[in-house]
Structure formats: C-alpha cells, structure tokens
C-alpha cells in the first residue's frame, strides 16, 4: 500500500474527537513548517499562516467554518521580483469519505454558500493541509509588482500591443 508523505503543515483529528471539540480551534505553521510551504509553492517569503476554525458535522459531512490569515510574498510573473501579499479570508470546507467511487453530486446537499469537498479516509482529516492549501486557492495567480511594466520597457521587452501582428502592419503604413 502506498502511503503519502506526511504534509509540511499537519494537524490531524481522529473523527471520533469531534463532538468533544467546542468553540474555536486555532492553528499556527511554524518556522519549519513555513519554509517547507514557501518551497512547495515557489513563494519567495511566508512570514505567517494560522487559522481559526469551528468543525461540526452535518449531512454525514465534517463541515469546517473558519478564516485563514497569511503574510506572503510570490515572485512577479513577469520579472521575479517579490510580490508581497496578505491573505485574510473566510472559508467552508466539507470533508467527505473517499469510497473510491467518484462522489455522487446528487448525494450532497451543498447551501448556497461556497465550500471546497476534501475527501479522507473516515478516521481522520488534517485541518493543517486543508489550511495551506485553501492559502493556496485565495492566492493572487498572476501577481505582477507594481513597476513591472517599466522594468520589461527598460529591458527592452516589447509589450503586447507593440508586438502583435496588427502593430508591425501599422509601423509599415507610416512608412513611404
């Protein structure tokens, strides 16, 4: 059987445990466990990722309520420098057990509110992993730094309309 790695950023909980948690649960990723996420998604700083979140289950669903807070940095799309970026938003997470079958859409009743479905195995889920990668949903896809633009002219970059087919045309009609 093979068995995943263990995630950078886990924090399990046996099934069995969630009626006894009450109130909010909060999670901090440490030094190690952030460098190890910048790695994973080419982030250039991860300065911090923690999470408050409240599990309760329904529709022999576990539901997730929570938000996620995280200070990191990505590479600009077009010329590597550090973008900076703050996460702070709320998310709904719906654990499934994975049955090998494909999840029937018809057996879930989903509300009108977005949530992402993560399946797991009916002993536990990870809040940790379910954490980073819902950090890695609400980051920006393409982040360009704010003087991108100026730094691909200076360069000598053309930019999309200097260097489309009708542009080259244009440059021709002026010539006699």
């Given amino acids: 059987m093979n068995t995943l790695p263990t995630p950078e950023f886990s924090r399990t909980i046996k099934v069995d445990q969630i009626g006894r948690l009450s109130g909010d649960t909060r999670i901090v990723a440490d030094a190690g466990e952030r460098?190890?996420?910048?790695?994973?998604?080419?982030?250039?700083?991860?300065?911090?990722?923690?999470?408050?979140?409240?599990?309760?289950?329904?529709?022999?669903?576990?539901?997730?309520?929570?938000?996620?807070?995280?200070?990191?940095?990505?590479?600009?799309?077009?010329?590597?420098?550090?973008?900076?970026?703050?996460?702070?938003?709320?998310?709904?997470?719906?654990?499934?057990?994975?049955?090998?079958?494909?999840?029937?859409?018809?057996?879930?009743?989903?509300?009108?509110?977005?949530?992402?479905?993560?399946?797991?195995d009916g002993q536990m889920i990870d809040m940790g992993e379910a954490v980073a990668e819902t950090m890695a949903l609400a980051m920006t896809p393409f982040p360009r730094a704010p003087d991108a633009d100026a730094q691909l002219r200076a360069a000598g970059v053309l930019s999309e309309d200097q260097a489309s087919p009708f542009a080259v045309l244009l440059g021709l009609k002026d010539k006699p």
């Fill in 35 to 120: 460098e190890a996420l910048m790695r994973r998604f080419g982030l250039l700083a991860l300065d911090r990722l923690e999470a408050d979140y409240q599990l309760g289950e329904e529709n022999g669903a576990i539901v997730a309520r929570g938000r996620v807070r995280a200070t990191l940095a990505q590479p600009c799309v077009a010329t590597g420098v550090a973008v900076d970026e703050r996460i702070d938003t709320d998310f709904m997470l719906r654990f499934v057990v994975e049955s090998g079958d494909a999840v029937d859409s018809d057996e879930l009743e989903l509300d009108a509110e977005d949530c992402d479905i993560i399946g797991y």
